[in-house]
């Protein structure tokens, strides 16, 4: 071998091996994830999805782009634990506001014990890869490898503790739809327990 394909071959050994080891330290933050408990807490809607689209707004505008809320919540108070739900709607929001072309927006709705949020982005939409691997625990196509889906492996996980789940899809004519479930209780519901 000549001295520059030796140089280039080391290059990508270390690479590589730097690539591992974020891989490694993402596979311990999603056992600890794993081991985060709920804590419910009295929570007033729509004040509370009210205050983070507020919070999320504010990102929004510093890349000039806007947020559209549509809110299909009565004024109530339902049990949930706020820290997940904002952690999950943030990492969600992050990944829409990069692929955005303008806007991302947020259709919130509540029956009795579920709560429904859709973020949906006006960019170019999920590609079909990405929609059959859905189920892979970390999926990317940023072929940068700076983003390996430990967003949304993460989101995953923490909407399964909360009773339930992230769904993607595309929807026409704008982009990338990520449906989100949590499972709320309510004052009769806590009773019952």
């Known amino acids: ?24 330290d993402y596979i311990r933050d999603l056992h600890a994830i794993e081991e985060t408990q709920i804590s419910y807490e009295n929570t007033v809607l729509p004040d509370f999805l009210k205050d983070v689209s507020d919070a999320f707004s504010v990102v929004a505008n510093q890349h000039n782009k806007r947020i559209e809320c549509v809110y ?11 820290e997940l739900v904002f952690r999950v709607l943030e990492n969600i929001f992050v990944n829409a506001l990069r692929y955005a072309k303008e ?5 919130y709705t509540l029956d009795r014990t579920t709560l429904t949020i859709k973020i949906v982005d006006d960019g170019e939409g999920f590609s079909d890869k990405l929609l059959q691997k859905t189920e892979t625990l970390f999926y990317s196509e940023d072929t940068t490898g700076e ?26 004519p704008l982009g990338a739809c990520v449906g989100i479930t949590f499972s709320v209780r309510r004052d009769s519901d806590s009773k019952n327990s």
């Open 72 to 82: 299909h919540v009565p004024v109530c108070k339902v049990y949930l634990d706020k």
């Open 103 to 107: 806007s991302v927006r947020f259709t």
């Open 1 to 24: 071998m000549d001295e520059q394909k030796i140089v280039r071959t080391i290059t990508n050994i270390g690479i590589t091996a730097k690539r591992l080891e974020r891989y490694t």
């Open 147 to 172: 983003h390996i889906g430990l967003g949304l492996a993460t989101s995953r996980i923490l909407c399964q503790k909360h009773g339930g789940e992230i769904t993607l899809c595309n929807e026409a």
